[in-house]
């Protein structure tokens, strides 16, 4: 079983749309991040995040800690946001400090 | 902005040869990973290095591979004999404190044949 559950797998938008992608784990994190995967494959870092929310530019993360649940909405969705998202959390107790990912949403928006 | 950087981006290689991953993590961080992605999979924890040491394996890390930061700077991933399961897109990835984000590389697109 997954620990990491995003929803959903697959998500088509008109491009201006309002894109919400969510992402669920099991048990306690100290951290989780969202990322970009591109379609060659390269990795990129939108947020880390421990509680709240950030904002950078069109993009919002969320993390609710008692739901165990976090949000990555997009506004104003444009074609070149077309990509993978994925979300990756660090566990609270667990030895090492590595990331355990979920298996991503693959995000497209149409013109 | 600081990168890391991920040489080749791509390599085929027959089964059985040794292969050799290179990474250049940012020069002020103390953190080293190495994660795989099987086409189609989720992002994979292999290893993560400190210190000179390796500080937790994943069971997917196997006697096969072995990693080493030979010079301060490269930090790389050695597969002694590749089979065509270690098919896959590798990444390192850095972070200057234990508990900070990741800076990706690019990854290196492993194809074995």
């Known amino acids: 079983k997954n620990e990491v559950e995003q929803s959903p797998q697959n998500l088509t938008a008109q491009e201006g749309e309002f894109i919400t992608i969510n992402c669920s784990y099991s048990v306690g994190i100290s951290a989780l991040h969202w990322l970009q995967q591109h379609p060659g494959g390269g990795i990129v870092s939108l947020f880390m995040?421990?509680?709240g929310k950030k904002k950078h530019g069109r993009l919002i993360a969320t993390i609710n800690i008692q739901e165990k649940h976090s949000s990555l909405h997009i506004t104003a969705s444009h074609p070149r946001d077309s990509a993978v998202y994925i979300c990756?959390?660090?566990?609270?107790?667990?030895?090492?400090?590595?990331?355990?990912f979920g298996t991503g949403t693959s995000l497209t928006v149409i013109p | 902005e600081p990168e890391v950087t991920q040489t080749p981006s791509h390599q085929v290689t027959q089964m059985g040869q040794e292969v050799i991953l290179r990474c250049v993590p940012i020069s002020n961080h103390l953190y080293f990973y190495w994660y795989r992605q099987i086409l189609g999979q989720k992002v994979e924890f292999l290893v993560s290095f400190y210190n000179n040491e390796i500080s937790e394996k994943s069971e997917i890390f196997d006697d096969q591979f072995s990693v080493e930061r030979p010079d301060g700077s490269n930090f790389t991933l050695k597969i002694r004999s590749t089979k065509l399961e270690d098919s896959a897109m590798y990444f390192c990835?850095?972070?200057?404190?234990?508990?900070?984000?990741?800076?990706f590389g690019s990854g290196t697109r492993l194809t074995v044949v």
């Open positions: 995040l421990s509680s």
């Open positions: 990835a850095s972070i200057v404190t234990r508990v900070g984000g990741y800076t």
């Open positions: 990756a959390v660090r566990y609270i107790g667990r030895t090492g400090n590595q990331f355990y």
